[in-house]
């Protein structure tokens, strides 16, 4: 049986994987802070592992980790997907602490758990594995007032391909899916506070199709970069 750990797994696109993954009968490791919500997309699955812990706690992603290879045996595959969006606001109205909080999850977090991953996909035997990394259309155009979480999300990929890299003489594949407003509680806010004008949305559930696809192909193929989104995004071209 496959395995894959699966941070952010207790809500919008984590929730949507996890369960993309779970009906295709993989063993899948559900990291998050919230325990109960985390058993909620579980359903009571004997395939689900519940790894209730912080992204950005070097202990919690250490044990998270060690329970999850335990059960498992084996670590094929992280989403590293844990995110946050933080306060739309222009960088001189931004806190410091608003910022820390956004760079805490979204890359010190990312970072712990590839550095989690890579490792055991080293030590194991067959040696080997596949990070996919979340990053976002903001990885390549900017939301407005999102200094903080268009930054790091800037970084990931910068963290993707330094992984592919030096990946390669271990069997580790790391690719990286740049998601455009799937429907899930945060993109529910924003559609909320645009009532004359809601952006153009798609269905999660179809990020948790393409993250199966990136996680099942075979260790000589990679997706190094994939872009999803609604279709009538005002992405390509000029406003």
């Known amino acids: 049986m496959k395995s894959i750990l699966i941070t952010g797994a207790s809500a919008g696109i984590g929730a949507a994987?996890?369960?993309?993954?779970?009906?295709?009968?993989?063993?899948?490791?559900?990291?998050?802070?919230?325990?109960?919500?985390?058993?909620?997309?579980?359903?009571?699955?004997?395939?689900?592992?519940?790894?209730?812990g912080d992204v950005t706690s070097p202990d919690d992603v250490a044990r998270c980790f060690d329970t999850f290879t335990a059960k498992a045996g084996r670590l094929d595959v992280l989403f590293n997907n844990a995110g946050?969006?933080?306060?739309a606001a222009l960088i001189d109205e931004l806190g410091y602490d608003e910022w820390r909080q956004v760079v805490e999850v979204?890359?010190?977090?990312?970072?712990?758990?590839?550095?989690?991953?890579f490792g055991q996909m080293r030590r194991q035997d067959p040696q080997g594995g596949?990070?996919?990394?979340?990053?976002?259309?903001?990885?390549h155009a900017p939301r407005e007032g999102s200094?903080?979480?268009?930054?790091?999300?800037h970084a990931i990929t910068g963290l993707t391909r330094t992984l592919s890299l030096d990946g390669r003489a271990h069997g580790i594949a790391c690719g990286q899916i740049d998601i455009g407003n799937a429907r899930t509680?945060?993109?529910?806010?924003?559609?909320?506070?645009n009532p004359g004008n809601p952006p153009p949305t798609m269905d999660v559930a179809e990020v948790g199709r393409a993250v199966l696809h990136m996680a099942d192909l075979p260790p000589e193929a990679n997706v190094q970069f994939m872009t999803l989104m609604a279709t009538t995004m005002p992405y390509i071209g000029r406003g």
Do not use: P
């Open 147 to 153: 200094v903080a979480y268009t930054t790091t999300k």
């Open 106 to 117: 979204n890359l010190h977090g990312m970072f712990l758990c590839a550095q989690a991953a």
């Open 17 to 52: 994987c996890a369960r993309a993954f779970l009906a295709a009968g993989w063993r899948v490791g559900l990291m998050a802070r919230r325990e109960g919500a985390l058993e909620t997309v579980a359903e009571g699955r004997d395939t689900a592992v519940i790894l209730a």
């Open 185 to 193: 509680e945060l993109l529910e806010g924003i559609i909320a506070a």
């Open 130 to 139: 596949r990070i996919i990394n979340n990053g976002s259309l903001s990885a």
């Open 84 to 87: 946050s969006f933080g306060r």
